[in-house]
């Protein structure tokens, strides 16, 4: 909620709005996550949800209250200072133009001034008795004549009064019990010892003010990182366009030669493109409204605590401190993931030449997957076993490239092996998701030597997953005869 520059945003109607009922806001209570609603929209948020758990209908963030709104727990939720005396403002400017009339006397004058400490607007009869009234005249008043001028309502502010000695206000703050008193209460509930210590707000507001400022700068750097974030949502974006543009521009290549026969199976390959294109597109636009979000509730809850330091009400700092810190803690602990153009294969083209075309081999579309590799143990030197390479591939891919394995020996030599295709039957699509088909290959290898070797798995000139194995010596050992003491038997080899 960003501070009001003019006196006309003070009284912008939609600033004033509660976004759930849509009426001006009455006794408007602050949420955890620094969004205002009625006392009463809260309670029937609350009561929907089972009566102490809801969720905040702008941001989605849980709100727990300490006990059911049936039983008063919203009235524990802070009031919004600002909000509060923003309506205050509104009602003394309408005295210009309607009968607001005096709440303090029954003259029925029309009102002049509003009090921040008795919450009623004032005729003139009844602030010249404020001034004039020892017990009255520390009272933080704002005539109209005042309004116009933004040092006079930057003064003023709604007072908290301890709900135990109704008359005075809460100056002193406690801060074992982390909470505002007055002065009756530093001598009774929160006499200094052991477990309390009651300051004057002047005296303790600077050191919480400076710890607020240091988890803004904290949250600070979430903001940097979200829109770095936003950025590389803009790159993929362009990135998956210009590589899906490219890719359609080989397609329509290729099949221009073989428009006559392949016209029907180009048309299909680029709706897959256009497809994929779309899901992915959508995908990115996905995450960065996520993103945006993210990055439009951490800036709103900067922008509230902001406020609240540059408005430089002490007492308000206070009451609202430790619901700040715990927000700022919370938008400072997120977590903006890393989502770069490494998350995500480019879309790829293989064409076949026209001889291939003429025995029935077409293009294929592919994204590159992760294959896995299983090699039959034990391996041992100069014995053939048998590579088994697995891979899951949408019903996007096509044709019938196999890949090679690429086999380096204990000494650094590189050995390339050809596969071929196996069967394997599909596997099963959840629901929504799309058909897969299991692609098996294999080859038999013969290792030369003994020790650690790599196999890797290349299509093209694309090296994917690799596989460590160790293999065992055939240096063989003969046995033969018994241990033992007897005729025919030994004592030692």
Not at 9 to 19: A, G, P, R, S, Y
Not at 151 to 170: E, F, V
Not at 275 to 281: A, G, S
Not at 285 to 312: V, Y
Request: glycine share 6%; proline share 4%; with cysteine.
């Amino acid at each position: 909620m960003a501070a009001a520059s003019s006196i006309a945003e003070d009284f912008d109607d939609e600033f004033l709005t509660c976004q759930i009922c849509f009426d001006l806001y009455e006794d408007p209570k602050l949420l955890p996550c620094f969004h205002t609603f009625c006392r009463k929209c809260v309670e029937g948020l609350a009561n929907n949800s089972g009566g102490t758990k809801f969720k905040c209908p702008v941001c989605r963030s849980d709100v727990k209250l300490t006990s059911p709104a049936f039983s008063g727990g919203v009235n524990k939720l802070k009031s919004n200072f600002y909000i509060n005396k923003l309506l205050d403002f509104r009602k003394l400017r309408q005295s210009k133009t309607s009968q607001v009339q005096c709440q303090m006397c029954e003259s029925h004058n029309q009102a002049a001034a509003v009090c921040g400490d008795c919450i009623k607007m004032l005729c003139n009869n009844c602030v010249t008795a404020h001034r004039n009234t020892k017990e009255l005249q520390n009272h933080s008043i704002i005539t109209l004549y005042d309004l116009e001028n933004p040092t006079a309502r930057s003064r003023y502010a709604r007072q908290i009064h301890c709900p135990k000695h109704k008359d005075q206000r809460m100056t002193f703050y406690c801060e074992p019990c982390e909470c505002l008193v007055c002065i009756y209460c530093t001598v009774d509930d929160h006499r200094a010892g052991t477990n309390h210590d009651p300051k004057e707000l002047e005296k303790v507001a600077p050191k919480y003010r400076d710890s607020i400022k240091g988890q803004m700068k904290k949250t600070k750097a979430v903001v940097s990182q979200i829109n770095q974030q936003v950025e590389n949502m803009d790159m993929e974006l362009t990135a998956t366009a210009q590589n899906c543009d490219q890719v359609e521009r080989d397609v329509r290549r290729h099949y221009k030669k073989l428009i006559s026969k392949l016209q029907q199976e180009e048309k299909e390959m680029i709706t897959k493109i256009h497809k994929n294109k779309r899901d992915r597109k959508d995908e990115l636009i996905r995450e960065k409204d996520k993103l945006n979000r993210e990055l439009d509730e951490t800036n709103k809850g900067l922008t509230f605590c902001q406020d609240i330091l540059d408005r430089d009400n002490k007492t308000e700092l206070l009451f609202l401190r430790q619901q700040m810190e715990e927000r700022l803690g919370q938008l400072a602990s997120q977590q903006t993931g890393n989502m770069t153009s490494a998350g995500h294969t480019p879309l790829t083209f293989h064409p076949s030449n026209l001889l291939q075309v003429s025995l029935g081999s077409l293009g294929s579309l592919s994204e590159l997957v992760d294959f896995s590799i299983d090699v039959e143990r034990p391996a041992v030197e100069s014995l053939p076993c048998s590579v088994t390479v697995t891979a899951d591939t949408v019903g996007l891919t096509g044709g019938d490239v196999a890949p090679q394995i690429e086999v380096t020996s204990p000494q650094g030599k590189t050995t390339l092996i050809q596969t071929t295709a196996h069967t394997s039957p599909p596997l099963a699509a959840g629901k929504g998701q799309t058909s897969r088909v299991r692609r098996v290959w294999g080859v038999e290898w013969r290792p030369q030597t003994s020790g650690k070797h790599t196999l890797r798995v290349c299509m093209g000139d694309m090296k994917l997953s690799s596989h460590t194995l160790y293999v065992g010596s055939n240096n063989p050992v003969l046995r033969f005869g018994q241990k033992g003491s007897q005729q025919g038997q030994f004592d030692r080899p």
